[in-house]
């Protein structure tokens, strides 16, 4: 199922009322996603990939920008196996903790090229070949919590609010999550950005601008 969505302007908190509700609300969807039994995170993860590969934007894309999983999140592996397998280039963030922002790198073969890195988090090797930003055609925007508008709360960092503006204006920004880190609303200040479509294990919701 695909449904759309008009996205809702709605005033938010601000200042220090705004990161603490941001806190909160990443704790809770958390300890949600963290308490998911591992078969039930499996069949979700499949589920999940399945819809992704489904939209004409991920058929269509040649460069595209995924993250491995990590801690409780959803398996991103079949899409990373499914875009190697079609020739497609697979670019991966990398951590630049000095500058706080990602540095992209193309990964052809995930087993030898993907390390633990920052935080633990599944990152390239550092000689991987880099990929411009603009190159990027489709990107998996990961995330803590999605509400019905495609405000994403992230993990705190910021390092995908200030990577999404790099990428070209044509780049799908696709969110795969678990149905429970769908939320009513999620807080946001004017900087946070949304992203175009949100797939979970049982729909598909795409947002109009």
Known sequence: MTETSDRDDAADPRGAALREAKLSLRRQVLARRDALAAEVRASASAAISARILALAEFASAQVVLLTFPFGS??????????ALAAGRTVAVPRVDARARMLRLHAVADPGREVVAGYRGVPEPLPDCPEVRNEAIDFVVVPGVAFDPHGRRLGYGGGYYDRLLPLLSPRSARVAGAFELQLVDRVPAAPHDIAVDTIVTESRTLVFRQ
């Not at 959803?74 to 499914?82: H, K, Y």
């Open 73 to 82: 999140e959803w398996d991103t592996r079949a899409l990373v196996r499914a």
